[in-house]
C-alpha cells in the first residue's frame, strides 16, 4: 500500500530542523525524486489555522487542550496530505511528528506519556515515520542559541524547554530514530543526515546516485 517514503525532523526549538528540512529537500529533489517538504503543527489549511491558534501568545491554553489540538491538526495532516502522498510513491519531509508531541506536551506538559502516546497512534492512524533524525542539542550550547521568539511556545519558561531538551535525548534512543548533533556547522550537520538518510533510500529501492 505505502510505496514512499516517510522522514520526520525532530528536536526543539532553534535545533536547526526547518534549515535542514529545507536543505534535503533540495538534495532529495537533485536526485531526481518527488519530494514534499510539510511540517506539524501545520501542512493542511485547518491544520496552519489550529497552528495560529496553538502559537499565538493570547491564546491560554490549558496542557490537555494543548495536546487535542495538536492532535487534530496531525490527524487531518496525516489523512490529506502524508498518506495520500506515501501512497503514490512521495518522499515526505516532515518538520516536527509524533515526538514533538511526546517531548512537549509529555515530557514537558507532565501529561501522561501513556496517554499522549496512546492519542498519537489514533491521530496517525498507526502511520509511523520510516526513519526519525532528532537534532540533539548539549545543554550549554542550547542556552546560548537560545535567542528566543515570540510565538507561544517559545515563550514557555526555561524549565519547561529544558525538560524539553531532555526529553529527545531520551527519545532518540528508540528504534527507528537516528540522533544527530546539531552543534556542528550547518554543512556538517546536513552531511550527518546524509548519512543517515543513504542507507534507507538504498533499502527502500530510492536512487542515492
Ligand atoms: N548547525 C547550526 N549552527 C548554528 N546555527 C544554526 C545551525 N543550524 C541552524 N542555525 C541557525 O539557528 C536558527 C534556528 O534554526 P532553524 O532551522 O530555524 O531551527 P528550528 O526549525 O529547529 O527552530 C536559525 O537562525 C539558523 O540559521
Ligand atoms: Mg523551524
Request: glycine fraction near 8%; proline fraction near 5%; include cysteine.
Amino acid at each position: 500500500m505505502k510505496k514512499g517514503l516517510f522522514i520526520v525532523l525532530e528536536g526543539p526549538d532553534r535545533s536547526g530542523k526547518s534549515t535542514q528540512a529545507a536543505m534535503l529537500r533540495d538534495w532529495l529533489l537533485g536526485l531526481g525524486h518527488k519530494v514534499r517538504l510539510t511540517r506539524e503543527p501545520g501542512g493542511t489549511y485547518l491544520s496552519e489555522k489550529i497552528r495560529a491558534i496553538l502559537l499565538d501568545p493570547k491564546s491560554e491554553i490549558e496542557p490537555l487542550t494543548e495536546l487535542f489540538l495538536y492532535e487534530t491538526s496531525r490527524a487531518k495532516h496525516t489523512l490529506k496530505v502524508i498518506l495520500p502522498a506515501l501512497k503514490t510513491g512521495e518522499i515526505i519531509v516532515s518538520d516536527r511528528y509524533t515526538m514533538s508531541t511526546t517531548a512537549y506536551q509529555g515530557y514537558g506538559r507532565g501529561l501522561d506519556l501513556k496517554t499522549v502516546e496512546t492519542l498519537n497512534r489514533i491521530a496517525t492512524m498507526g502511520l509511523k515515520p520510516d526513519l526519525t533524525i532528532v537534532f540533539d542539542v548539549p545543554d550549554k550550547v542550547f542556552k546560548q542559541r537560545e535567542c528566543r521568539g515570540n510565538d507561544r511556545m517559545e515563550l514557555q519558561g526555561a524549565s519547561f524547554r529544558l525538560k524539553v531538551n531532555r526529553a529527545y535525548k531520551r527519545l532518540s534512543s528508540r528504534p527507528g530514530v537516528k540522533k544527530v548533533d546539531a552543534s556542528a556547522p550547518i554543512e556538517a550537520v546536513h552531511a550527518e543526515v546524509l548519512s543517515a538518510i543513504r542507507p534507507l533510500l538504498r533499502k527502500k529501492g530510492f536512487g542515492t546516485r
